[in-house]
Nanobody, 126 residues
Framework: QVQLVESGGGLVQAGQSLRLSCTAS????????VGWFRQAPGKEREAVSC????????YYADSVQGRFTISRDNTRNTVYLQMTNLAAEDTAVYYC???????????????????WGQGTQVTVSS
């Protein structure tokens, strides 16, 4: 059974940092594009970032550009989302997802991803 597991969420104060991790137990993540999405209460799921499975290109939502960094560690079969200068509006459940994107430009579309984790809560107090 394909399984993605997120970790690293927690409660922090505004301006602080967190690093989220996404690991796969039954397949190699470096074969896939890996995206991070988030969903705040009462809001739709929002694309945050993606790292390409083709060439390692990275993509970010405007709201996190310059504050968040996505990266891979293939030796650990893990994708990270380093989040800095966190703000209250970053509070959400964060999900990682993996998929074979036909076109990287579709990275923000949840339907492009085949596998999803259960999510990790990030809460930023102001």
């Amino acid at each position: 059974q394909v399984q993605l597991v997120e970790s690293g969420g927690g409660l922090v104060q505004a301006g602080q940092s967190l690093r989220l991790s996404c690991t796969a137990s039954t397949f190699r993540l470096d074969y896939y594009a890996v995206g991070w999405f988030r969903q705040a209460p009462g809001k739709e799921r929002e694309a945050v970032s993606c790292i390409s499975g083709n060439d390692g290109s990275t993509y970010y939502a405007d709201s996190v550009q310059g504050r968040f960094t996505i990266s891979r560690d293939n030796t650990r079969n893990t994708v990270y989302l380093q989040m800095t200068n966190l703000a209250a509006e970053d509070t959400a459940v964060y999900y990682c997802a993996a998929g074979n994107l036909l076109w990287d430009r579709n990275w923000s579309q949840p339907d492009e991803y085949d596998y999803w984790g259960q999510g990790t809560q990030v809460t930023v107090s102001s």
